[in-house]
C-alpha cells in the first residue's frame, strides 16, 4: 500500500462538485440578475397580499434592517463598534414627527430631511473616531445613546419631552397619488419600505465596490496599510459615520411613520434599540449585504415565536437561548454561513477575471481545473479556470 | 463612489418631489364624543353594529415576556380570573368572554403590530393593554378600526379625551384628579398652609404627577418650594432636605418610592407627611423592603384590599379571593387586583351595552364605557368609577388615606374618602 505525500494530495485533482465561475456582464449572469430582480418583485407583490398585521411585521422588518445596513457600514464594513445607533434611529424619527406635527409636512418629505440630519450627527459622532479607537470609540457612542433620551426629555417644547410625540393616522395619509386611502396606510408603509429597503442596499453595495468602500474595509482589517497606500483614513472614518447616521436616520423617520409614537422612554430611543441593531447585525452576518435582513427577520419574529413555546418571563429566556445557539454555530451570521455554503456551488467573478477571458478548453477534470472550477464567461460556455482570484462580490464576512 | 453620491442625491430628490406631491391632511377631531363616537369615521361601519352573539373577544397587548412580564403578569391573572367568573355567572347576556394574550415585550413598536393582529387575525371585540407607551402605540389603528380599548391599566393625559379618542378608555385615575386628591388632604392636614417639596420621576408619569401638583396647588397655602427629578434618588432626597420642607410629595412609578423612601431614610430625614402616588401600593414590592423608612407614608387608595384589616371579612373582597385564588394567583397582590378591577370595570361596561338599545356591539360597549356609574363592589365606600362623555371623562375621582405601619406591615387608614372634585 502506497503512502502519499501531503504534496503529493495538494496537487492532486479534486474529485468534489466545482464551483461554477459566473463573470460579470456575461449572459449567465444577466439572466441571473433577471431572475434576482424578478424575485424581488415577486416577493414584493406576495407582501401586498399580507394580512394587515403580517404586512406590519414585514414593514418593521424592513425599517430594522435600513436602520441595520447603517450601523454595518459603520461597524461590519469599517470595524467602528458604535452603540450609539439608537441615537441617530432617534434623530431621524423625531426629526420626521417634529416636522409633520409642528410645521404641517407632508411625511415623505420629512424623510430627506431625517437623512440630511442623520448624516450632520453621524459626522459629528464620527469625529471623535479620528483620534480614538477600537474600545474607547465606542464608549463614546455608549455617551451618546444614554444622552440621547435625556436630551429628548429637556427639549420638551420640539420634542414633547416625557410625553413623547403622538402622530396620527389623520398625519400620515398616503400620498394622493398612490390612490390609497387613510385606511390603507399599511400598504403604502409597506411598499415605501420595500422599496427603501431595495435601494439603500443597492447603494451600499455599490458604495462598498468603489474605492471609498475598499478604504472603508482597510481602515477595519489594517488600518497602517491602508493609511501607507495613500488613503485618507480620518476623511473615510468620518465620511462612513455620516453615511451610516444618513441611513439609519431614514430608516428613523420610516419608523416614526410607521408606529406613529415617540417617546423617549418606550426602549424605541434607548441603548436597548442599540442593542437590538447590534443582535441583528450580527445574527444575520456583519459586513454581509443581507445580513441585515436576515438579522431583523430574526430579531422581530423569533420573539414571537418562543413567546408561542411557553409564556412568561421563560420565553426571554428561550430567545436568548435561541440567539447563543445561533452565535454558536453560525459566528459569522446566517448570511456569512450562507455565502460560504453558496460559494461551493457558485462563485461571480468580475468580466476581467482570467477564468473569464480564456478560450473554452476542456481541462484534466472534465470540465473543471486543477482547483476544480467550472466558469461561465460572456457567451456563457464553460470557461477553463486560471488562477482563483478573490471573489469581486465578496462581503468580507469571512472574519 | 461618485455614483453612490450622486445616488444618495437622486434619491433625495426623488423623495422630496414625491412628498410635494403628497398632503398633509391632518387635523384634529371636533364636536361632542357623542358626535365622535359615530360609526361613519370607521373603516368597517357595519360591523361596529353588528351584535356579538357567539363569542365576545377581548384581546390583550401586555409584555408576557421581558423584565416585567412578572408583575403584568399577575395583572393578567387578575383579569382573567374576573372574566372567567363572568363567564361562570352566564356570561354577558348569554356570551362567552375569551381572552386573547399578545406579547409585546413591553415595547410600543410590538404593542403597535398587536393591535393589528388582535384586531385583524383575532377578530377582538374588545382591547386593552397597560402601559402609556403601549396605548400610545395602540390608540390610533383600534380608533380607525372603531374597537374599544377599554381600561387600559394607564394614566395618559390626553386619553381622558373622548372627542379624540372616543374609543379609548383608562381605568387609572389622571395625574390632575390625584394630584388634586394630595393638595386637598394637604390642606386638610395644614389649613394655614405648608411648604413642600416634590421629587419627581424625569418620564411621562412622573411629569404628569409634577404638573397636576403644580396646578391644583394654586390658589391654595400650599407653598410648593422645590421639585426636583428622581435621578439619583440620595441626591434628590438631601437638596430636597435642604429645603426644610415639612411635607414630601413623591410624583414617581412603583421603584421610585421605593428608592425615594430608602434615600431619605438614609438621609435621616423625617418628614411630617411624605405621600406616594397610588401606584406604588404594592406592600410586597414597595413598602416592606423600605422598612422603617416607609414608616407613616401615606397613600391614597380606592380598593378594599385583603391586606386591609378592616375589609378583611368583607364579602366582595371574599369572593375576589375566592376567584383569584382559584386562578392561582396571590389575591395580596396589588398587581392581581388591579388586573380584576380592570376587568370588573370592563364587564359592567359589557353588561350595561348587552342591556341597551344598540346591544352587545362595539358602539354598544363603546357607549356604555363612556356613560357608567359604577359603585364596584371592591371599591371603598363612597368611591366609584364615574364618567360621562367629555363632561367627566375621569374614572375615579375619590380615595380614602391610609398609611403604613412599618411594625405591623399593614396600611392602616388614617381619614375619611377625600374627593377631587
Redesign the interface.
Known amino acids: 500500500m502506497s503512502t502519499v505525500t501531503d504534496r503529493e494530495r495538494a496537487t492532486e485533482p479534486r474529485t468534489e462538485r466545482s464551483p461554477v465561475l459566473l463573470a460579470e456582464g456575461s449572459r449567465a449572469y444577466r439572466i441571473v440578475v433577471l431572475v434576482i430582480i424578478a424575485g424581488i418583485i415577486g416577493l414584493a407583490l406576495i407582501g401586498t397580499t399580507l394580512s394587515v398585521y403580517r404586512m406590519s411585521q414585514v414593514t418593521a422588518v424592513l425599517i430594522t434592517a435600513i436602520a441595520v445596513i447603517g450601523l454595518n457600514l459603520a461597524t461590519g464594513y469599517t470595524g467602528l463598534l458604535s452603540i450609539g445607533h439608537s441615537a441617530l434611529f432617534g434623530v431621524g424619527a423625531y426629526a420626521t414627527g417634529i416636522l409633520i406635527l409642528d410645521y404641517a409636512y407632508s411625511p415623505i418629505l420629512t424623510l430627506p430631511i431625517a437623512t440630511a440630519l442623520g448624516f450632520a450627527v453621524g459626522l459629528i459622532v464620527g469625529v471623535p473616531a479620528l483620534r480614538i479607537r477600537g474600545l474607547y470609540f465606542s464608549l463614546v457612542t455608549l455617551a451618546l445613546g444614554i444622552a440621547f433620551p435625556e436630551i429628548i426629555r429637556r427639549f420638551d417644547d420640539f420634542t414633547g419631552g416625557a410625553a413623547g410625540l403622538l402622530i396620527r393616522s389623520q398625519f400620515l395619509t398616503p400620498p394622493s397619488w398612490t390612490g390609497l386611502t387613510r385606511f390603507e396606510r399599511g400598504l403604502w408603509l409597506y411598499g415605501l419600505s420595500f422599496v427603501s429597503f431595495v435601494v439603500v442596499m443597492l447603494l451600499v453595495r455599490n458604495l462598498m465596490r468603489s474605492r471609498t468602500g475598499i478604504a472603508m474595509r482597510g481602515v477595519r482589517d489594517h488600518e497602517v496599510a491602508i493609511r501607507s497606500n495613500g488613503v485618507d483614513v480620518a476623511r473615510t472614518k468620518v465620511l462612513t459615520f455620516g453615511l451610516s447616521g444618513a441611513i439609519t436616520g431614514y430608516a428613523g423617520g420610516l419608523f416614526a411613520m410607521n408606529v406613529g409614537a415617540l417617546s423617549p422612554d418606550g426602549g424605541s430611543f434607548t441603548l436597548v434599540k442599540s442593542i437590538e441593531l447590534i443582535t441583528a447585525m450580527f445574527i444575520g452576518g456583519a459586513g454581509t449585504l443581507l445580513g441585515p435582513l436576515i438579522g431583523s427577520t430574526v430579531t422581530v419574529f423569533l420573539p414571537e415565536l418562543t413567546s408561542t413555546w411557553t409564556t412568561g418571563p421563560i420565553s426571554g429566556v428561550l430567545f436568548g437561548v435561541t440567539l447563543i445557539v445561533l452565535v454558536f454555530f453560525m459566528p459569522e451570521g446566517i448570511a456569512g454561513r450562507l455565502q460560504i455554503i453558496a460559494r461551493r456551488f457558485v462563485r461571480v467573478v468580475p468580466p476581467d477575471h482570467p477564468a473569464a477571458r480564456r478560450p473554452t478548453t476542456s481541462t484534466q477534470n472534465s470540465g473543471g481545473n486543477a482547483t476544480g472550477q467550472k466558469s461561465v464567461a460572456a457567451g456563457g460556455a464553460e470557461q477553463p479556470p486560471g488562477p482563483n482570484s478573490d471573489d469581486a462580490s465578496s462581503e468580507g464576512s469571512s472574519r | ?4 453620491k450622486y ?2 442625491v437622486a ?3 426623488t ?2 418631489l ?10 384634529t377631531t371636533s364636536g361632542s364624543a357623542e358626535d365622535a363616537l359615530s360609526s361613519e369615521n370607521c ?1 368597517d361601519p357595519a360591523a361596529v353594529t353588528e351584535e356579538i352573539t357567539d363569542e365576545l373577544v377581548v384581546g390583550i397587548s401586555a409584555a ?3 423584565p416585567a ?2 408583575a403584568i ?1 399577575q395583572v393578567l391573572q387578575g383579569a382573567e380570573a374576573r372574566f372567567e367568573l363572568a363567564n361562570q355567572n352566564g356570561g354577558i347576556d348569554g356570551v362567552e368572554i375569551s381572552v386573547i ?1 399578545r ?1 409585546d ?6 404593542a ?2 398587536n393591535v ?2 388582535l ?3 383575532d377578530q377582538a371585540d374588545v382591547l386593552s393593554t397597560l402601559g ?2 403601549q396605548v ?2 395602540m ?3 383600534q380608533n ?1 378600526q372603531c374597537v374599544p380599548l377599554l381600561n387600559a391599566i394607564s394614566s ?3 386619553y381622558y379625551d373622548p372627542v379624540q379618542f372616543p374609543w379609548t378608555t383608562q381605568d387609572l385615575p389622571a395625574a390632575s384628579i390625584e394630584e388634586a386628591a394630595i393638595a386637598r388632604l394637604i390642606e386638610e392636614r395644614y389649613p394655614d398652609g405648608v411648604e413642600v417639596a416634590m421629587a419627581s420621576n ?3 408619569s ?3 404627577y409634577s404638573e397636576a401638583f403644580e396646578a391644583a396647588i394654586e390658589g391654595t397655602d400650599i407653598k410648593l418650594v422645590k421639585n426636583e427629578p428622581i435621578v439619583d434618588p440620595a441626591t434628590t432626597a438631601s437638596t430636597l432636605e435642604a429645603t426644610g420642607a415639612k411635607v414630601l410629595n413623591i410624583g414617581g412609578i412603583g421603584t421610585d418610592c421605593l428608592s425615594m423612601m430608602n434615600a431619605i431614610g438614609r438621609a435621616g430625614w423625617k418628614p411630617e407627611l411624605v405621600i406616594v402616588p397610588s401606584n406604588c401600593t404594592d406592600a410586597k414590592l414597595v413598602f416592606e423592603p423600605a422598612g422603617e423608612a416607609a414608616d407613616g407614608v401615606e397613600i391614597l387608595r380606592w380598593f378594599k384590599e385583603p391586606i386591609l384589616e378592616e375589609y378583611e371579612d368583607d364579602e366582595a373582597v371574599l369572593e375576589y379571593v375566592d376567584a383569584v385564588t382559584a386562578a392561582g394567583a396571590d389575591p395580596k397582590s396589588s398587581y392581581v387586583l388591579s388586573g380584576w378591577a380592570m376587568a370588573d370595570i370592563t364587564v359592567n361596561a359589557l353588561e350595561e351595552a348587552a342591556a341597551s338599545d344598540d346591544g352587545l356591539s362595539r358602539i354598544g360597549i363603546m357607549k356604555a364605557a363612556q356613560s357608567q356609574d359604577y359603585q364596584a363592589p371592591l371599591f371603598i365606600d363612597g368611591v366609584s368609577f364615574s364618567v360621562d362623555g367629555e363632561s367627566d371623562p375621569f374614572g375615579i375621582e375619590s380615595f380614602r388615606p391610609y398609611a403604613w405601619n412599618a411594625e405591623t406591615k399593614k396600611f392602616d387608614p388614617v381619614g375619611e374618602v377625600i374627593s377631587a372634585d
Request: net charge negative.
Open positions: 463612489m461618485r455614483t453612490s445616488g444618495v434619491v433625495a430628490i423623495l422630496a414625491a412628498g410635494a406631491c403628497g398632503t398633509n391632511t391632518g387635523g373603516a408576557l415576556s421581558g412580564a412578572q403578569g394574550k406579547d415585550g413591553f415595547t410600543p413598536e410590538r403597535k403590530t393589528q393582529a384586531i385583524d387575525q402609556g407607551g400610545d402605540a390608540s390610533d389603528y380607525e395618559v393625559p390626553k424625569p418620564n411621562e412622573g411629569q404628569a
